[in-house]
């Protein structure tokens, strides 16, 4: 008698799927992540200066960028009085042109200085002591508000008579 072999009902599916990556998994490689930890980790260009300023370094499309309320209210917490220098330092020109459009800077009389109006202050809510001093910031009265192209030619003599500046060359 001739043994019967039965056929085997086991089979071998076709090659397995590549298991997904981590990065794949939990989203990293997705362009959200990667702005994310850009911002994050990658400290922005700055240099110093020969009266030993620090002065970042604005790449085109930051300067060319529109600065918000939050940025311009970071920039000016805690201070009694900015020059144009420590202004540049945190926002771009763009910043500090819609800080004297919307009247939250002033610029004082005869020195090239700015200070915060008390409009600036209430619509930004900033605080009413100094950080550095922990004294009481008397804020300017408010004015007449430069129209744009008067906030712009001021915004641009004062980073003119900056050497080191991009945009003074």
């Known amino acids: 008698m001739a043994r019967r072999t039965r056929k085997s009902s086991f089979v071998m599916p076709a090659a397995p799927q590549r ?65 144009i220098e420590d202004l540049l330092e945190n926002i771009p020109a763009s910043g500090a042109k819609l800080a004297l459009c919307q009247g939250w800077i002033a610029q004082t009389t005869g020195k090239p200085y700015f200070v915060v109006t008390q409009k600036g202050a209430y619509e930004l809510a900033l605080p009413k002591t100094s950080k550095f001093h922990g004294c009481a910031i008397a804020f300017a009265k408010n004015g007449k508000l430069p129209s744009f192209a008067q906030a712009d030619k001021m915004v641009a003599n004062a980073v003119a008579g900056i050497s080191y500046y991009p945009e003074a060359e």
């Open 19 to 83: 298991r997904s990556t981590y990065a794949q998994r939990t989203g990293q490689d997705q362009r959200a992540a990667q702005i994310l930890y850009k911002a994050a980790n990658e400290k922005p260009v700055t240099h110093e200066t020969v009266d030993g300023q620090m002065v970042r370094d604005w790449t085109p499309s930051e300067k060319k960028s529109m600065c918000n309320a939050k940025d311009v209210a970071a920039a000016l917490q805690g201070h009694l009085a900015w020059d």
